[in-house]
């Protein structure tokens, strides 16, 4: 672990990673503690990047909101098979586009004949993808005079077109944002309210909230967004005002919730444990159970690596010979990686470069936040992959808290 630690000292020194926290945790609450860097690159703010700090957590999010769901599911107020239509009449709206016409300036239709259910919601197999990664999408969105992904409600975020048939294809999208929206409507609560109510209070996790602007306990404890240049080169850059929700107003069960490293990691180790207070055991089973029929897992390993960006954004840095699908809970990787993790270990992240892991095979479960662009930046996953495999080595749990700071 002491070689890890001084690699990402040295990435803050080089000027491409401001801040930093690391967290990982064996299954009888072993815990290891590693932070550095600075909170904010402006020159006025001088308190050091910690597990305190408070990150967009982006679509780390999208864990707590498959959470929520199977409580609603526990409850009898969703069905994950069910029409979603009959609660979310806007979805699937728009049909489906399967290409642009340059000379009228239209997109080209093709009518819905699946229903739309909230597995496949979950799964991202619904057809939904985000729009500004499509450009179809962002054809469609600009014959309307609208930006992608600007809007205040999920409704105008995510009222699309979808981009294939629900159920024949994966494409990562705006699916667990209508999830999100569907547990607002069923329980007439917002995601902040239920989560504190279903999650964040029975964990004790003070320290998250869909809205931080409204915590005056957050004050002065925000980290700062930062950017490198597109292709991950030169120092970093604070972006002031860089608004991760695109001006949303809503809860965004997608990607819009803001915790500090320590809340969201005593959130990923009751995960870990499978604790009933928040979950029943079946429900536990269900999230972590591969959704994906073989046919579409074949379809999403292709989808991962075919497009160099796309294995970027959404592969967690792990090579295209391991075997992946997908559970409620995020992307399963079915083989081992020797010295990483074990054959079943589910991966996911945030777009400002921060992954967690959970390997039930050894116990274990870890968190690297930071927050820096472009997304998922692969000098700084790699960073996180060498973290990994410190704890994986069992060089990285001791009983003792370590909690150095990068001055």
């Known amino acids: ?17 401001p801040g930093f926290a690391l967290m990982a945790s064996s299954q009888d609450g072993d815990t290891v503690i590693f932070s550095g860097g600075k909170q904010s690159l402006n020159p006025n ?128 999208g705006v699916g667990v944002d209508w999830a999100g929206k569907m547990v607002e409507r069923v329980t007439g609560q917002t995601l902040e309210v239920f989560m504190k109510e279903r999650i964040w209070e029975p964990l004790g996790m003070r320290d998250v909230t869909f809205w931080p602007k409204e915590r005056g306990e957050f004050e002065g404890r925000m980290a700062g967004m930062n950017r490198l240049g597109e292709n991950g080169e030169g120092r970093a850059e604070e972006v002031p005002g860089f608004d991760i929700g695109g001006g949303a107003t809503d809860c ?39 959704q994906l029929s073989p046919e579409l897992k074949a379809f999403f390993n292709e989808y991962l690596h075919a497009d160099p960006l796309r294995a970027q954004y959404l592969a967690m840095g792990i090579p295209a010979s391991i075997t992946k699908t997908w559970c409620f809970a995020g992307m399963i990787c079915e083989d081992a990686q020797e010295g990483r993790f074990s054959a079943g270990t589910v991966f996911w992240g945030g777009m400002p470069s921060m992954a967690w892991w959970i390997d039930g095979a050894v116990g274990t479960c870890g968190l690297a936040t930071c927050q820096v662009m472009p997304p998922m930046c692969p000098k700084i996953m790699a960073l996180h992959e060498k973290f990994q495999r410190a704890v994986f080595g069992g060089v990285g749990i001791a009983k003792s808290t370590d909690a150095l700071q990068a001055q």
Not at 1 to 7: A, D, G, I, L, S
Not at 96 to 108: A, K
Not at 266 to 273: G, K, S, W, Y
Not at 274 to 279: G, M, S
């Open 1 to 17: 672990m002491e070689n890890v630690k001084k690699r990402y000292l040295e990435a803050h020194e080089d000027g491409y990673l």
């Open 45 to 172: 703010s001088a308190n050091p990047f910690t597990e305190n700090t408070i990150c967009a957590l982006a679509s780390m999010t999208k864990l707590l909101t498959a959470v929520v769901v199977l409580q609603c599911i526990e409850h009898g107020l969703l069905n994950l098979d069910a029409n979603v239509n009959v609660i979310l009449p806007e979805v699937g709206k728009y049909d489906i586009i399967t290409g642009w016409d340059d000379e009228t300036n239209q997109g080209i239709f093709q009518s819905i004949t699946t229903p739309i259910t909230l597995r496949m919601l979950l799964t991202h197999t619904s057809g939904h993808a985000y729009d500004w990664f499509r450009p179809a999408l962002k054809n469609w969105r600009a014959s309307r005079g609208e930006q992608p992904w600007l809007g205040a409600t999920v409704e105008q975020k995510a009222t699309i077109p979808l981009v294939f048939a629900p159920g024949t294809q994966f494409a990562y």
């Open 252 to 290: 965004l069960g997608g990607g819009g919730a803001f915790a500090s490293t320590k809340a969201y990691f005593t959130f990923l180790q009751a995960v870990l444990r499978r604790d009933e207070k928040i979950l029943k055991k079946t429900s536990w089973q269900e999230l972590f159970r591969p």
